[in-house]
């Protein structure tokens, strides 16, 4: 959600109750044991008052409220209070205009200064030392030395000196805190500027000197309307007015070094006329009986406040160096974010995420003096003002850079109403002229309807964004990669112009605390710029919100490793700017404009340019085809000095609209894409962000199991409120518990309803009738298993989709939108919807199979093994269009050999023509009768059995008998020399004087044929995938094996099998079953010993490593192994493949094993077997040797066959157990059954280009690494 910055305080620091709640008790028992006390004041809580009528305000009491059920203690509930009940618990309140109150009972104030003594008082008692009036006057950082830092101070006015070392330095300075980031050189990453206050202390209220006899307190009120808060002060009441603040308040001449040490005790003179309109409003309005009494004392004091008046708490840009400053509401921040900042300091890793809370690293050389500034005296002026969620406050957004940029400047000539942060202005919506816009609203916002005009106009045609929220970082050095596997779970690119998103988890506690896109551009260029030399090179973008945690977090990470000096890390928000151009015409529009189209036309979904373009006339465009928006599009990286004048010229294109971010977070949320706010500081097994995870990332030991899923809700809000689901709003169920939260929302102008991303708690029920509270009404709410809307424009521009595959649970929808950001989690099918064919062929039917096989995937159900009608279309779909492994080379290796097969019933046969091997239609084009029926050797020619027609091995019709004249081919006699045709009859077959008859039209139908691995593969009907694209890597995986040389040693037919062709296949892929099933191989072959090997392609690898010695005919020692082998771990090992639809092979150190299964209907299935041995084998051992041997091996799979169709066969009888619909698939083993079903779904639902691609983590050139 985009929000004005930094209007959303309120709700921003509301989130701190998560740690306040907790830490409220320890304050309580600090002033029970102190002797003393500490002045804590919270009996009575307090008290925010909302005036009646103040419709705003009242929404906010509400929204705070509805909060506050997420982070309070359910002891001490914030509740909303009537008038009657104000009264009640404050007598000197005048409730007559009041609408409600929002009381808080876990408030109050505290004495600062007896609060620090006494936690001064518990630190001694742990072994700390306390220098008092010590005056430090300079800091180093040493460099090599033990410890970090030296600490230059003066004792007693400098009577003495000292130097005090340290690995942690925490600046708690206050006033003073610049002065000690001056001196370590960080001042400018410091704003705050040393401000005025007011307070006013009345003289004694009677009744409050009543109620203070008896033990009584008032509670504290928060007077919005009146822009104070008054809080009783012994028998009076103290009065703190936010008045309109002057900038003769705000003190520039202690910017930097902060005030003279003298004023650790002095005041500034009275300026009560500042605060006359408050303190009538408190005596007329709220609390009349102030108006008998005077005021006893007034205080003017320093306080100092940063530009968002939030704390400045956590780490800096110097490691060990913290910050504790801009503390602007003592009780509810002081011991909270001590307890936060020790926690961050002890383990490195924020408690909770207040990155954009408190995170001093929040701002950037951005926030100027002036700045800062005009910012602070807005804020405080603002403190009590509504938070509106799109508000755009204006003050010292002109002395920020973002302003003044020329890409900042057009967007304000085209009408950009823009929103401000991290120094960045961002547009929203593009107004007409004249356009009249109020943003202080939380619902009916004036700009909706513009923003749903601009989704609609991307949607349907082609849209241009300038995508200012993003920072950027080039991180290279010999040792980038290293640095971001160690940081990030994703895969690294290794491929130029690739690119990932991936995250970034706290190494302890497993929370996302980052977010990046990655791309590797080694080897390319930047902006028509070498950006390498020798090294990698990575582009990463990540939130501009949070660019200088993102980048602090990767040098932590580096330092953490060691590789400072081998990693460079570049922030280049500044010099890069990106552009946006999205929707089903933006293909056409770029390359309308670009001089190089080619580039566009080739340039595949989550790929760079590697070269630079010309668009538009503007050089030095690197273009990449993703778009945030999940419709088809490109983004722009170009430098920021050019991009103004390349959307000025894109704008001007007669079809182009201009889009803002309220479009952007519609169009993004239907398809299910997160932003940094969504992930919420999650655990990584909380965020949904499992696809993203490389197999061999290594996650924190976390014992607990996950509190909370990623969701996305679809919400039926009131009129008017499409667009104002605020984050923390609680979902409920039908019990009124709460089991869930918001994070982002937006109005989706397709689905034509309200969407929010949030988590549901995985301990509560949350299956039925649940409820949205927010504003104080109950809205009703769904969760979505699947975004309303499909991503757009995803689809390989190779013949290979790769990026469309259905991998790993997902649906080619779903995992293309995840290769963004998404939420999606099943697919549905609806059986209302109106099929045209059988509901098999569509994807909806597979909802199960496709969901991620570690979140919630099941495998099949019984009709996909007993159905004759999904067998019929699984022939049709994947044995008609697929590659189908149908025999050995070795058995058609010498010219004219000749090999029959069959394809589910299909006849084809295949022939090796003068040494090359091609596969034709069994038939005859005479007549139709089947030629070959046999292998044979020795053929030139193929001969019909009816009427003789002959066929050359290369396919052409060489003979037709008395047809005509002319000369036959190779190897077959003319009508001439036909001695068994009489020659009293021959004449009566002379045809020659047949009409429109040429042989050359009437040679074999041919059929698709490739080899592999010594093997034949055929497919019936052409498509656009290889056969080296179908098996992908296996080439490099298998690189040391002399495949090709080997034959066919042992084999067998088993016919009849009582299992559907699946069944034996799924049977093969996982290793579940072993110890139950095949005991005796689990001694060479042990369950512990396997893992995966998948690389890229339509195919299931794993593998065994290392095999033991178990006794076994297949032990690794009783032959030597395989050519080629012999200085791998393959020596050692056992890779098992099984090639899409239906061979599986086991490669053995010594020998292979290898089946071919043929489907015969539903229920039976036939399997070739096979034992492939090289030729060696004997010239190493000897022929009796070998053959005793090859008889071992052989006899061994038959046995482990055998007991598998046993359990095939029993499986199929269960699958006529009509209420088995799918069980769950184990994460740990049967993930290849997954991948699997996966394939075989996307035949079905004719999506036979897609390739699956590799496992994160997998590396096809490292044998068993």
């Given amino acids: 959600m985009a929000r004005g910055w930094p209007s959303d305080k309120i709700c921003r620091i509301t989130k701190i109750k998560e740690i306040t709640c907790p830490i409220f008790t320890i304050i309580t028992t600090s002033d029970d044991r102190t002797e003393g006390g500490i002045g ?22 509400k929204h705070h409220n509805e ?27 005048n409730t007559e205009n009041l609408e409600l109150g929002l009381r808080t009972i876990q408030d109050g104030d505290v004495d600062p200064t007896l609060l620090t003594n006494a936690l001064a008082a518990e630190a001694k008692k742990a072994g700390a030392t306390i220098s008092l009036n010590t005056k430090v006057i300079n800091i180093q950082v040493n460099q090599g030395s033990e410890k970090k830092f030296q600490v230059f101070a003066q004792v007693e006015n400098g009577a003495e000196n000292i130097i005090l070392e340290a690995d942690n330095v925490v600046n708690a300075c206050g006033l003073w805190s610049q002065r000690i980031s001056a001196m370590l050189g960080i001042e400018q990453s410091h704003p705050a500027f040393v401000i005025e206050h007011h307070y006013a202390v009345t003289e004694p209220i009677p009744l409050l000197t009543e109620m203070r006899a008896r033990g009584e307190r008032v509670p504290v009120l928060r ?44 005041l500034f003179p009275d300026a009560l006329d500042r605060l006359d309109q408050v303190l009538m409003h408190a005596m007329d309005e709220t609390m009349p009986a102030l108006q008998e009494v005077g005021f006893a004392s007034v205080v003017n004091g320093p306080t ?23 503390l602007t509401y003592g009780i509810a921040h002081s011991l909270p974010l001590a307890e936060y900042l020790s926690g961050l300091m002890l383990s490195g890793e924020q408690s909770i995420d207040l990155t954009n809370e408190c995170d001093p690293l929040r701002f950037g050389p951005w926030a100027t003096d002036a700045f800062t500034k005009a910012k602070v005296q807005e804020t405080y002026s603002m403190n009590n003002a509504p938070s509106y969620a799109y508000e755009n406050r204006k003050a010292g957004r002109e002395f920020a850079h973002g302003k003044n940029t020329a890409l900042a400047q057009v967007l304000k000539t085209k009408g950009a109403l823009t929103s401000f942060s991290q120094g960045v202005e961002t547009a929203l919506v593009y107004l007409d002229k004249n356009t009249e816009m109020n943003e202080a609203k939380f619902y009916q916002h004036d700009w909706a309807k513009i923003a749903i005009k601009e989704a609609e106009a991307v949607r349907s045609g ?3 964004a300038a995508a200012t929220g993003f920072s950027k970082f080039l991180i290279t050095g010999p040792r980038a990669r290293d640095l971001l596997l160690a940081t990030t779970t994703n895969v690294v690119p290794k491929t130029a112009g690739a690119c990932r998103l991936t995250y ?51 040098r932590s990470r580096a330092r953490a490793l060691a590789i400072c000096d081998q990693v460079s890390i570049i922030d280049k928000s500044e010099d890069i700017d990106i552009l946006l151009l999205a929707g089903p015409q933006a293909e056409a529009t770029l390359m309308s404009v670009v001089d190089k189209p080619n580039i566009i036309s080739e340039l595949n979904f989550l790929k760079f340019s590697l070269t630079p373009i010309t668009v538009a006339g503007i050089s030095g465009v690197t273009v990449a085809r993703v778009s945030f928006t999940g419709e088809a599009g490109f983004e722009l990286h170009l430098p920021a000095s050019h991009s103004a004048h390349l959307f000025e010229a894109l704008s001007k294109l007669p079809s182009v609209q201009l889009f803002g971010s309220h479009a952007t977070n519609s169009l993004r949320l239907e398809k299910g894409f997160k932003v940094k706010g969504d992930l919420d500081y999650a655990r990584f097994d909380e965020a949904g962000i499992n696809p993203f995870i490389r197999k061999s990332w290594i996650p924190p030991t976390i014992m607990s199991e996950p509190t909370k899923k990623a969701a996305l809700f679809q919400i039926s809000m009131p009129n008017g409120f499409e667009w104002s689901v605020p984050s923390d709003c609680p979902v409920l169920n039908a019990h009124n518990e709460i089991i869930g939260y918001t994070t982002t929302s937006a109005y989706g102008t397709e689905a034509q309803a309200t969407l929010a991303a949030g988590y549901l708690y995985t301990q509560k029920n949350w299956q039925h009738d649940l409820r949205l509270e927010c504003f104080g009404e109950m809205c009703n709410l769904k969760v979505l298993d699947l975004p309303p809307a499909p991503v757009r424009g995803v689809l390989s521009k190779k013949k290979i989709q790769t990026p469309a595959v259905s991998l790993a649970g997902m649906s080619p929808t779903r995992r293309i939108s995840q290769s963004v950001r998404s939420f999606s989690t ?33 495998c099949f159900g019984a009709p996909m093994y007993t159905s004759p009608e999904i067998f019929k279309d699984e022939r049709n779909e994947i044995f008609r269009k697929e590659w189908v492994c149908v025999g050995h080379v070795s058995d058609v290796a010498k010219p004219g050999d000749v090999l029959p097969f069959e394809i589910c019933g299909h006849p084809l046969f295949a022939a090796n023509h003068k040494g090359t091997i091609k596969a034709y239609h069994n038939v005859c084009r005479h007549r139709g009768a089947r030629l070959v029926d046999r292998k044979q050797s020795g053929r030139a020619v193929v001969t019909c059995p009816y009427h003789r027609w002959g066929y050359a091995l290369d396919g052409r019709l060489v003979g037709t008998p008395c047809w005509d004249d002319e000369v036959g081919g190779e190897g077959f006699e003319t009508k001439k020399g036909d001695k068994q045709l009489p020659p009293n009859i021959r004449a009566k077959f002379d045809m020659s004087n047949i009409l429109k008859f040429d042989k050359k039209d009437y040679g074999l139908f041919d059929c698709e044929l490739d080899t592999w691995g010594g093997m034949l593969f055929a497919r019936l009907t052409p498509g656009n995938v290889s056969l080296a694209d179908h098996i992908g890597d296996l080439d490099i995986q298998f690189r040391h094996y002399p495949l090709d040389e080997t034959y066919v040693a042992r084999r067998s037919t088993l016919d009849n099998i009582q299992a559907n062709w699946k069944i034996l296949l799924e049977n093969f892929s996982e290793y579940y079953h072993l110890p139950a099933v095949h005991p005796e191989l689990c001694t060479v072959s042990g369950v512990a010993e396997h893992y995966r090997t998948q690389g890229s392609g339509k195919y299931l690898g794993f593998a065994t490593a290392p095999l033991s010695n178990g006794g076994t005919f297949v032990d690794p020692d009783v032959a030597p192994p395989l050519p080629g082998i012999e200085n791998t771990r393959n020596a050692l090992a056992a890779r098992h493949i099984l090639i899409y639809p239906n061979v599986f092979m086991s490669f053995y150190p010594h020998h292979i094993m290898r089946c071919i299964v043929e489907p015969i209907d539903a229920n039976t299935s036939r399997e070739h077997f096979h034992v492939l041995a090289h030729p060696t084998l004997h010239e190493r051992l000897g022929h009796e040797k070998a053959e005793e041997l090859l008889d071992n091996f052989f006899a061994f799979h038959t046995k482990v066959n055998s007991e598998d169709m046993g359990i095939c066969e029993a499986v199929q009888r269960g699958m006529h157990a009509q209420p088995y619909l799918g069980g769950r698939l184990s994460f740990r083993f049967e993930e290849t059954i997954h991948r699997y079903q996966n394939m075989v779904v996307d035949s079905l639902v004719n999506k036979h280009n897609n390739v699956p691609p590799a496992d994160t983590d997998f590396n096809a050139f490292d044998d068993l690494s």
């Fill in 462 to 464: 082609v849209g241009l």
């Fill in 40 to 61: 804590l004041h919270a009996t009575a809580g307090s008290i925010r008052l909302v005036k009646l009528g103040d419709k705003d305000r009242t929404l906010e009491a």
């Fill in 504 to 554: 970034a988890i706290a190494p302890k506690s497993g929370s996302v605390v980052a977010e990046f896109t990655v791309s590797n551009l080694t080897g390319g260029a930047l902006f028509s710029h070498q950006i390498f030399d020798k090294d990698p090179i990575f582009y990463v973008v990540g939130a501009r919100d949070y660019a200088g945690h993102d980048a602090e977090w990767l």
């Fill in 223 to 266: 007077d919005l309307a009146g822009s104070c808060y008054l809080r009783q002060e012994q028998d009076g009441i103290l009065v703190g007015p936010y008045e309109a603040l002057p900038l003769s308040a705000i003190h520039d001449e202690w910017q930097r070094s902060g005030p003279p040490e003298t004023w650790a005790w002095e």
């Fill in 304 to 326: 100092i406040w940063a530009p968002d008046s939030l704390p400045r708490c956590g780490r800096t840009q110097i490691p060990g160096y913290y910050d504790f400053n801009t």
């Fill in 826 to 858: 099943s697919i549905h099918f609806d059986p209302t919807l109106p099929q045209e064919s059988s509901p098999w062929l569509h994807e909806d039917y597979f909802r199960d199979t496709i969901r991620p096989v570690f979140e919630e995937a099941s």
């Fill in 67 to 93: 909060m506050a059920k997420l982070y309070d203690d359910p002891m001490f509930p914030t509740t909303l209070v009537t008038p009657t009940e104000i009264a009640a618990l404050h007598p000197l309140v």
